[in-house]
């Protein structure tokens, strides 16, 4: 168990929906992180925030967006959704940004 | 961001057998990370290192922070079934330059 959150873990739904997905980083972690894999691909990274502050952006689709509230949790919000938007999300977290990061076990998102 | 250059891209070994992996880069990075994740759930880390030249072990697992800082590699001993899974290599710059390599994904034969 790496202290990383996430919830749900699976999730279906259809196409032109919104879905949130929920983080809660490990204790004392300030920096979030949010990745993307798709089927037998690799992590794509998609936001990092620390201390409630978005810090770097990549991949990420503009039908995507994130938070990271005061109390540190973060929620990873995917609108209008593609059936290519399935794949697993995951959070991670780290103390600060030049430390090692700890992944959760994902949430599986299937848009059918 | 960019992705490191991580080899092989696949390994069908027999049981038994060591298991080598690398990742390479163009980039100097202060931290090299080794992760493995099994199908469905998320990357456990299995090694982490912090200093160029630096050796760590972690039980049949080796894994070495190249002197340039710009590569690592991993090694398996003595490799068993429950190695199954994909390894993936990350690389730690400053201020969140943090990119993986594409995973290895390693088979084992019983």
Known sequence: DSGVT??????????????????????????VY???QSLDQGLQFLIQYYNGEER???????RFS?????????????SSLELGDSALYFCASSVDERNTIYFGEGSWLTVV | GQQ??????????QEGEDVSMNC???????????????????????????KAGELTSNGRLTAQFGITRKDSFLNISASIPSDVGIYFCAGLGNFHDMRFGAGTRLTVKP
């Not at chain 2, 931290?31 to 982490?48: C, F, N, R, S």
């Open chain 2, 24 to 50: 390479t880069s163009s980039s100097i990075f202060n931290t090299w990370l080794w992760y493995k994740q099994d199908p469905g759930e998320g990357p456990v880390l299995l090694i982490a290192l912090y």
């Open chain 1, 66 to 78: 994130a938070q990271q509230f005061p109390d540190l949790h973060s929620e990873l919000n995917l």
């Open chain 1, 56 to 62: 770097a952006k990549g991949n990420i689709l503009e």
């Open chain 1, 34 to 36: 949010w990745y993307q």
């Open chain 1, 6 to 31: 996430q919830t749900p873990k699976h999730l279906i739904t259809a196409t032109g929906q919104r879905v949130t997905l929920r983080c809660s980083p490990r204790s004392g972690d300030l920096s």
């Open chain 2, 4 to 13: 490191l250059n991580q080899s092989p891209q696949s390994m069908f070994i």
